[in-house]
Each structure stands twice: as structure tokens, then as C-alpha cells.
């Protein structure tokens, strides 16, 4: 028996939270005189926490739970597996059965000729992997000055020194002394906030071409890769326009550099396909698998790579490179579990046809509401730019986030969670949310959002932080 149990007080609960736990992300003092919210439970789309209040959980966790909570297969799989084999590692020429049949299942699922898996625990995990393989891929090509990553800014690729350099978080980079070396940066393809007079079409165009000016800028013999997410997650949900990607991959097809698409948000049906490469039509050499890949239930991440670049490292002798728990049979066994529910229940051929397009017709009424000036979505993950000043597309004169984060609140405090970026609200719902839960995150989003308008008012937040004149 643990020795914590959920039935002490809730107080009693965030007092030892805030004594002792560090929090990812958070502003440790201030989140000690609040106290943390105290899940304990979850059942499908719906959070119970310490005092019984049952929450609508629109960001399916931290973007990970597809499948939905409490589904007892995955636990069983956990268990069995456990009792078979709980541990052993993939090092130095051993495997075991969950690892081989999980590499097989993904090279099944991903596009193209990635056929190759290499295991990690988590998306930053499996990023610091992507450096570390296509560096020792170029330089086993004779080409080790090949080493420069572009990236984007506001993009999100994880939290360790890898992950977050090839990020493009100003916060992130401003703590630790980030980011690493041979990394660059383009802008991101985000014509709300920065396309101005122009149309999304050219907008996303003219963003795309900045990796070409880049390319020739560093040197195409010095640049190895362009990372990015299809759908930009974690900077705000920013969905590129449609010129964007096809022309991001005739770039990369025109250069000698490797595409790497981070999927861990957008694989695993929240586009409405199995992955955001599918419905953008890109054909990466790597891909970043995480989240999805177990709803959450387990922690494991992976890199996919082409046949051609997994044939090259296999030539270049040792690799040297892992993690203790590469692809761990437990969280293996969970995953599996997770992508057999995913299609034999049709999951993302049902969120394509039913409930996208269910989601997407009121999400588009949102854009109706006076403090709304973007509505954007694809498949289940969408994102409202809070304004005061829709015309425009104004920011607020107040700090960027301080109107997101009242909207923020008042979504914690209608039970519904929402997380806002910025002044960007965003949800990306487990994948199998029903039409009555739909109605009645709808409601909740609206009624937080009149909220908010009601209080930024009183309190002469509602203004533009752009001049009329400019
Ligand atoms: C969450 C995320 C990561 C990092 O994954 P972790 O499992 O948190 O390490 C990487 N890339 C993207 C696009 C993500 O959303």
C-alpha cells in the first residue's frame, strides 16, 4: 500500500505537492499559494479530481491521450507483459518480442520507405536521437561539416538540451544557456501574427522559402537537416496555409539535406489522418513519434527513419547512441495495445469522416465571437487568437498571455480544460469524443469565453496593442 493515499484532504495533498514536487513549467511559488489541482481518476474524456469535480479533459492530457483514459486492455497488456518479461534491454545484439513486433507494426502504419525504428521514452528523447543520427549519417557520408539543423522559431520539440535547442522557444533558450551549437532558425508560418496584406497562400510561400534563403545563406555542405511539426502544437496551433508544405518539400527535395517531421502531436489520428505527413503530403526521411504512440499510458517516443539512411548507419559500424530503456517491453506491449484499439476500432478513419467535420463547423462559429479573431482547426486540434480588435488581428496591450491565461481560468473554473499559448486558446480532445461531449465542450468554451470578455472589460484589458495609425 503506498503510504499516500487519494482520500487525504485535498489541502493536506497540495501542501506535500508543494513541499516537495517540482513542477514541469510552472512558477513553483505561485503554484504553492494556489495549490495544484489533484487529479485522481479518468474515464474517457472525463477527469475526476480529489474533490469529486468531474472535468471535460480537451487537451486529452498533454496531447497524448488518442484512445481516451481507463481503457483496461492497455492495463492488461501492462500487466501480462510485466509478469513475462518486465525488462530487458535491446543493447549490444539482444531484442525481445514487444520491441520487435511494435518496430514492425510502426514501419507498417508510417509512410513511405521508413521502415527503421529506433526506440526512445519520450519525444525530446527520440529529437536528441534525431541530432545524434543524421550528424553520424553525413559524416558517415564523408560529410561531417553536414551538421547544422534549421529549425523554426516558436517551434516545440522538447525539453532536453537537444530537444529544446532545436526548438524555438525564446523562454526555453533564455534558461540554461541554449541552444547547443549548429542549430538555426527560420520564421514560422504563422499568417495571423505575421502575414499582414498578404494572402495565407502567398504568406505560406514566402515563409516556405525562407528555408531556400537559409540553405544558401549556411551553405548546403553545412546544413544536415530541417526539423519541423507539421501543425506547430505547443507555440499555439498554428496550422501552415496550404502552399506552405509542398513547398517546404520541393526545397528539401532540391537539396541535399533530410526532412524531419516531428509527428509526436500530429501522429496517431489528431489530424484526422494516421499522421500529419499524410495529410500534408510530405515525405520525411525521419519521423518523431511520442505521445500518441500509447495514448499516454506508457512513456515511449521513436525515431523512424528511411531504408537508405538506416542502411548507411548500419554500414558505419557501432552506433553509440541509446537509452537504457529503448524500447522498454512494458511501455512496447502498451503501445502495441494502443495501435491495435486505434485500428481495429477505426478511431482516425472516424475522427476524418465524423468527427472533425462535426467539431469544425462550430469551432468556425467561434470566430463569431467579439473576442475571437481566429478560429483554426484540422482534424482535433484547434486553437482560438483571442483579440481585441478582429479587423486587424490585434494583439492586446496588455503582456502577451494575460488575457489567455483569465480565459484559461475560467475554463479550469467551468470544468473544462483548455490551455492557452499566449493569448491563443487551443484543445486537442482524445480522439474519441462523442457528439454530447462535443455539445458540451462547445458550451463550456463559449460560456469562458463571454467570461472573459465580461472581465478583460471591467478591468481595461480590453484594448489594442496596435496603434490605429500603423
Ligand atoms: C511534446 C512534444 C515533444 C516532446 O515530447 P516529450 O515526450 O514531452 O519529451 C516533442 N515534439 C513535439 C511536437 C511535442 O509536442
Known amino acids: 500500500m503506498s503510504a499516500i493515499t487519494n482520500h487525504l484532504p485535498t489541502a493536506e495533498l497540495q501542501a506535500l505537492d508543494a513541499a516537495h514536487h517540482m513542477h514541469p513549467f510552472t512558477a513553483g511559488a505561485e503554484l504553492a499559494e494556489k495549490g495544484a489541482r489533484v487529479i485522481t481518476s479518468a474515464q474517457g474524456v472525463t477527469l475526476t479530481d480529489s474533490e469529486g469535480e468531474q472535468i471535460l479533459d480537451a487537451m486529452a492530457g498533454l496531447w497524448c491521450v488518442n484512445i481516451g483514459y481507463g481503457r483496461t486492455e492497455l492495463a492488461e497488456a501492462a500487466a501480462r507483459q510485466m509478469n513475462q518479461l518486465p525488462y530487458y534491454n535491446t543493447f549490444f545484439q539482444t531484442t525481445h518480442v514487444p520491441a ?90 504563422n499568417w495571423y501574427q505575421d502575414g499582414g496584406e498578404l494572402s495565407p497562400y502567398e504568406f505560406g510561400l514566402e515563409r516556405a522559402r525562407q528555408l531556400e534563403q537559409k540553405i544558401a ?23 501552415p496555409p496550404d502552399s506552405y508544405w509542398p513547398q517546404i518539400q520541393r526545397i528539401c527535395d532540391a537539396h541535399e539535406i533530410l526532412l524531419v517531421v516531428d509527428e509526436v502531436i500530429c501522429g496517431f489520428g489528431r489530424t484526422g489522418n494516421w499522421f500529419g505527413s499524410d495529410t500534408y503530403a510530405i515525405r520525411p526521411d525521419i519521423m518523431t513519434l511520442a505521445k500518441g504512440l500509447s495514448s499516454g499510458y506508457a512513456p515511449i517516443g521513436a525515431s523512424v527513419v528511411s531504408d537508405e539512411i538506416a542502411d548507411t548507419i548500419a554500414n ?22 494502443n495501435l491495435r484499439i486505434l485500428d481495429e476500432e477505426g478511431i482516425v478513419d472516424k475522427v476524418r469522416k465524423e ?26 486540434v484547434g486553437s482560438l487568437a ?34 492557452h499559448v499566449g493569448d491563443r486558446m487551443i484543445i486537442s480532445p482524445p480522439l474519441i469524443i462523442s457528439e454530447t461531449e462535443i455539445d458540451l465542450m462547445m458550451e463550456r468554451v463559449v460560456m469562458s469565453l463571454d467570461q472573459t470578455l465580461a472581465r478583460i ?14
Open 100 to 189: 520487435i513486433a511494435l518496430a514492425k507494426r510502426l514501419a507498417e502504419l508510417v509512410p513511405g520507405d521508413l521502415n527503421h525504428v529506433f526506440f526512445a521514452n519520450s519525444g525530446s528523447e527520440a529529437n536528441d536521437t534525431n541530432i545524434r543520427l543524421v550528424r553520424h549519417y553525413w559524416a558517415s557520408k564523408d560529410k561531417p561539416d553536414k551538421k547544422i539543423i534549421i529549425s523554426r522559431h516558436n517551434a516545440y520539440h522538447g525539453s532536453t538540451i537537444g530537444g529544446a535547442s532545436l526548438g524555438g522557444m525564446g523562454a526555453m533558450h533564455a534558461q540554461g544557456g541554449l541552444p547547443i551549437p549548429y542549430i538555426a532558425y527560420i520564421d514560422e508560418p
Open 217 to 239: 545563406e549556411l551553405g548546403e555542405d553545412k546544413v544536415a537537416a530541417f526539423i519541423a511539426e507539421p501543425v506547430q502544437g505547443a507555440g499555439g496551433v498554428i496550422i
Open 316 to 337: 558505419a559500424g557501432d552506433f553509440n547512441h541509446g537509452y537504457t530503456y529503448s524500447g522498454h517491453p512494458v511501455s512496447a506491449a502498451v503501445a502495441l495495445e
Open 355 to 380: 468527427t472533425a467535420p462535426y467539431v469544425a463547423k462550430k469551432w468556425a462559429e467561434l470566430a463569431d465571437h467579439p473576442l475571437v479573431g481566429e478560429a483554426a482547426i484540422v482534424g482535433l
Open 386 to 419: 483571442l483579440t481585441p480588435d478582429k479587423s486587424a488581428r490585434a494583439p492586446f496591450a496588455a503582456d502577451k498571455g494575460t488575457v489567455g491565461l483569465v480565459c484559461r481560468d475560467f475554463c479550469f473554473a467551468n470544468n473544462l480544460v483548455m490551455r
Open 457 to 470: 472589460k471591467s478591468e481595461g484589458l480590453y484594448i489594442s496593442g496596435r496603434s490605429k495609425t500603423s
